[in-house]
């Protein structure tokens, strides 16, 4: 038992993972249980054999992608269902497509965990609600002052003028992306600055296809071509931070690289993931944000878990606020990019 959960909590934390008692269920285990509820479909929230999943409704398709066919029960945002002795709900977490936090009612008491999520607006999935609790288990990602984020807007506009020079060079532009929620962000978000056709790694394809037969509307994307190390000069190519580095990369006789990622921020991470620019998109919420979110919740005692969760409670304490970091069961996230972080 960690010592920021105590006996008669809701939630208390198990080698498999966040476990609700009134429940019998997990949040994203980490482990195979019989019942799990997952607040999104990227790889280290979503793992296969468990016994059943629920999940949003908006969620299930990315699901299935990743993990199959397997026994889902999806749940409209805001649909309270019962589970054993306590109330849930899911509601829009804003970081990719269906994600969602959980609601939960048990014992006279309200929890809610808010798994990854962001506020900056994002075409591709539901904004981020505020939902109301007592205690708030808060990702800490991005959990230091430093971390705030610029308008997205701008950051890909930036990407386009540098698209646009590296065609002056005679350069590919290859833009390093997580595979499922940033890059299909970007591919909305470029609708607003011409809609210019956008070459995509196989890796990308297959989710950018998962989010079109959703109803995500985005920029055309076209496989790489087979014409020579010249043939996508001036064109922008997405592509997992996994490629970087590899055989896949010598299709291109000249090449300028990017990352676009939130840990881009801070200026020496460019230089340790050897790219050329970096660009200052996150799917996590920002250190202002975060704030606004835990007063939002209107809860009385918080819970921080993942990334710099120490600077996070210490402000909180500051304000009189119960904080507290909870341990992960699993890695932290890292303070630097890992290959194919979502951040």
Known sequence: MSSALRPDDVLSLRPQGLYCAAGDFYIDPLQPVARALITHGHGDHARADMGEYHTSLAGLPVLRWRLGERRYIAHDYGEPFDLGAARVSL??????????QVRIEAGGRVW????DYKRQPDPTCAPFQPVRCDVFVTEATFALPIYRWPDT????????????????????????????????????????????????????EAGVRVYREAGV????????EDGGRDAHAGELVLAPPSALGSAWMRRF??????????????????RRRNVDRGFVI??????PALLASIDDSGASR???????SEALVRVL?????????????APAMPSSPSPDSDA
Request: net charge positive.
């Open 282 to 287: 996150s799917d996590h919420a920002d250190w």
């Open 112 to 115: 809610v965990v808010s798994g």
């Open 253 to 270: 006789r000249r090449v300028q690289t990017a990352l676009a990622s939130g840990w881009m921020r801070v200026r020496g991470n460019r």
């Open 153 to 204: 807007a701008a950051e890909v506009a930036r990407i386009e003028r540098w698209r646009q020079r590296c065609g002056e060079r005679g350069e590919a532009a290859v833009l390093f992306c997580y595979a499922l929620g940033k890059a299909q962000r970007l591919l909305a978000e470029l609708r607003a600055f011409g809609g210019r056709p956008v070459y995509a790694h196989g890796a990308i």
């Open 217 to 224: 509307a985005m920029v055309e994307t076209r496989p790489l």
């Open 91 to 100: 509601h829009p977490a804003g970081h990719v497509l269906g994600s969602a």
């Open 317 to 329: 304490r500051e304000r009189g606020m119960d904080a507290h970091s909870l341990p992960a069961s």
């Open 302 to 308: 918080v819970l921080a878990i993942h990334g710099r």
